[in-house]
């Protein structure tokens, strides 16, 4: 079955850097796109970037433009997250879903399925 | 980006109750609208997508309707493992989620 597995918890200072990973199953890595989202302590969840699985193209959302970095390693179909200069208010979980690469219509965009989360702690 | 609105916050329901949550877009989406259930210590699980459209393996008690800003999940009858958080998610554009509906037991 297709499954998104992600790495472990991970306690952080801030001003440091955090990279997550992320390794797909059961379907072709290079046939979708992976997204990142995450969810802090009371908060909605917010959109942060994608890579695409085949080309490696990345977009990010504006409020994390200067600070993620989103990749991917097709021969381990895995995807990475890195986020730098770690503050408290970066205390999450994060989360990598599977999203569409090929688009037609609001048919293909979905987010499924979703890795299970890694909480990442900003703490001195 | 677009704001997506939810209502309401929370609601208390019991076992069998019909219930309604409405999200509410910024601007119009077309049907790039996906609904979610969120449980503690899980992840989301896509249960509506295209606005409308029953994800595999959901129960046919989900339904969601709606297009342009305004939208609907319903759930026809409640049943004990629905108590949860639901979130809408707009793919129209930078995809932005509402602020989530916390069903409770009443």
């Known amino acids: 079955q297709v499954q998104l597995v992600q790495s472990g918890a991970e306690v952080k200072k801030p001003g440091a850097s955090v990279k997550v990973s992320c390794k797909a199953s059961?379907?072709?890595?290079?046939?979708?796109?992976i997204h990142w989202v995450r969810q802090a302590p009371g908060q909605r969840l917010e959109w942060m970037g994608w890579?695409?699985?085949?080309?490696?193209?990345?977009k990010y959302s504006q409020r994390f433009q200067d600070r993620v970095t989103i990749n991917r390693d097709t021969s381990a179909s895995t995807a990475y997250m890195e986020l730098s200069t770690l503050r408290s208010e970066d205390t999450a979980v994060y989360y990598c879903?599977?999203?569409?690469?090929?688009?037609?219509?609001?048919?293909?965009?979905?987010?499924?399925?979703w890795g299970q989360g890694t909480l990442v702690t900003v703490s001195s | 980006d677009i704001q997506m609105t939810q209502s309401p916050s929370s609601l208390s329901a019991s076992v069998g109750d019909r219930v309604t949550i409405t999200c509410r877009a910024s601007?119009?989406?077309?049907?790039?609208l996906n609904w979610y259930q969120e449980k503690p210590g899980k992840a989301p699980r896509l249960l509506i997508y295209?606005?409308?459209t029953l994800q595999g393996g959901v129960p046919s008690r989900f339904s969601g309707s709606g297009s342009g800003t305004d939208f609907t999940l319903t759930i026809s009858s409640l049943q004990p493992e629905d108590f949860a958080t639901y979130y809408c998610?707009?793919?129209?554009?930078?995809?932005?989620f509402g602020q989530g509906t916390k069903l409770e037991i009443k």
């Open positions: 059961g379907y072709s890595f290079t046939d979708y796109a």
């Open positions: 879903t599977r999203g569409w690469s090929i688009d037609y219509g609001p048919g293909s965009r979905r987010f499924d399925p």
């Open positions: 890579v695409n699985g085949g080309s490696g193209m990345t």
């Open positions: 998610l707009q793919t129209f554009s930078t995809p932005t």
């Open positions: 601007q119009s989406l077309s049907t790039y």
């Open positions: 295209a606005a409308s």
